[in-house]
């Protein structure tokens, strides 16, 4: 077996006169071809503060950091506890409501439901209307697409989307995709989580839908265990200053994928983030080289 280190090396040395690509700081929405920044920002955890004012305070200035830094989407759901209404302050605050593209979900059983339940959302983000609604791990997704549907043709959205997670109900997502018209599907993504790669990515390619990556650092798990790894030589040929930004860029230079959403409490990762929207993106076969390097280590 080939020590890590004569490995990484090795594989740094064969990249040094490999092209690659210019850096991917837009993508397109393939419905629409409007074109958004690829690296957004989600909520799970990281904004569930409740009335906490320092921790409200401290959030906001991470949302400030990601607005300053390029970004505009924002993921969150109902499921989030506080989240919803943390970011609604935040963007209160900053005045800076005319910067984000808006992507919630419905998450509650029964779509007759599901009106009563958008309406709350939309209170506590402070926002008239969302730039997309996805039906949140596909619960009663029949009845939720419909009604999301309905607001679209109403002129009351602009984009419908599902969402799963970890491999779970992927057959499903691919019927929906290839049965509706919808713009997005979420799914994870990340280096070590390729399974979308077989089926999912390919058909939102083929059929025209936006794909939003989420767990991107398995909530943390990822970046832990990276760290304990030299950042390898490699990463410089694409401009990964960090191993965040160096994982951020494998998702966001698959030809499929539109934005990746990680999640973060704090400025100075979120600084890091957003540096993946900076320098070179790989191609394809630095990308191989990339997933060769991560499963050596």
Known sequence: MIARRTFLGAAAAALVARPVLAAPLF???????????AIGMGTWRTFDVGSNEALRAQRTEVLNTFFDRGGAVIDSSPMYGSSQAVVGDALARLGRKGDVFSADKV?????????????????????????????????????????????KEAGRLRYVGVTSYSGL????????????????????????????????????????????????YREGALIDYV???P???????????????????????????????????????????MGALDGPAP???FRREMIRVFEAL
């Open 227 to 229: 760290n304990r790894f």
């Open 169 to 216: 109900r992927y057959d499903a997502i691919a019927r929906i995709m290839a049965d509706h018209p919808i713009d997005f599907i979420q799914i994870t993504y990340n280096i070590a989580d390729r399974e979308a790669e077989a089926r999912l990515l390919p058909l939102a390619a083929e059929r025209g839908v936006a794909v939003i990556a989420n767990r991107p």
């Open 107 to 151: 998450w509650i059983r029964g779509g007759g439901n599901g009106p009563g339940q958008i309406a709350e959302t939309a209170r506590r983000w402070g926002v008239p209307d969302f730039d997309l609604l996805q039906v949140h791990n596909l619960l009663s997704w029949r009845d939720h697409l419909e009604t999301l549907f309905a607001m």
């Open 27 to 37: 993508k397109t929405i393939p419905s629409t071809a409007e074109r958004i920044p």
């Open 283 to 285: 191609d394809d076969n």
């Open 231 to 273: 950042l390898p030589d490699m990463a410089a040929e694409i401009g990964a200053a960090n191993w965040a930004q160096f994982l951020l860029k494998f998702i966001i230079s698959h030809p499929a994928l539109t934005v990746a959403i990680p999640a973060t409490r704090r400025v100075d990762h979120m600084i890091e983030n």
